[in-house]
């Protein structure tokens, strides 16, 4: 790996992402793909985050590096919720903090100048991502199905529901993760990556997401 601060943040972007899709081999592997879908979002948000940072590495690792969120309660206040004791003041709190001015989508556009076909992938994928994470009324039907006599059923046990395209994504979110760690100067042996993808794909079935390249 380089030393500089942009390979230094693509490390820990890709050691993250890693964790993210082990943690959702083993729900999917269990039957819990929609609940696994939500750990997918996040993967899928660190991607756009990464590849929008390699649109400029020393400026925006720099500035993500260097961010804290003041707003997030510290170890007094936590220690505070728990007992019940008086909160300490924090009049130092920032009502809003950001390290960049740019929210998601514009993230997204920007990152889509190196990896090809960002935004359109992202809106196929990411509204349903958060419908699974908000618990929206459109994602109902994953918990509920209705009967011809009006009669509801929980659907509370695991099954097989959206496996395939829930592993699909999780490995398409780490391979384009890690082909912008690569670009940021973490050594990543690429191919192999690729090659599971292409095999997730035609084993489940479903045409392959064309591979984000550096341009």
């Known amino acids: 790996m380089e030393s500089s601060p942009p390979a230094f943040l693509a490390s820990i972007f890709l050691v993250r992402s890693a964790r993210n899709l082990a943690a959702v081999l083993v729900l999917c592997e269990a039957g819990w793909a929609p609940e696994a879908q939500t750990l997918l979002r996040a993967m899928v948000e660190d991607m756009v985050t990464l590849a929008y940072i390699s649109t ?67 809106g196929y994928v990411y509204p349903i991502l958060s419908d699974r994470a908000h618990g929206n009324t459109s994602a109902s039907g994953m918990y509920l199905r209705m009967h011809p006599d009006g009669s509801l059923e929980p659907l509370y046990l695991p099954s097989d529901t959206q496996l395939a395209i829930t592993l699909c994504n999780a490995v398409t979110a780490a391979y384009t993760t890690a082909e912008r760690a690569n670009a940021l100067g973490v050594t990543v042996d690429l191919p192999p990556i690729e090659s599971a993808e292409q095999r997730i794909y035609e084993a489940c079935g479903l045409p392959s997401m064309p591979q984000a390249h550096e341009s």
């Open 56 to 122: 400029d590495p020393d400026k925006l690792a720099a500035a993500w590096l260097g961010f804290e969120n003041r707003r997030l309660p510290d170890r007094e206040e936590l220690f505070a919720a728990l007992t019940g004791a008086e909160p300490p003041d924090r009049a130092d709190r920032p009502r809003y903090e950001r390290w960049t001015k740019l929210g998601f989508n514009g993230m997204a556009e920007r990152a889509d100048t190196v990896v090809p076909g960002l935004t359109e992938y992202l």
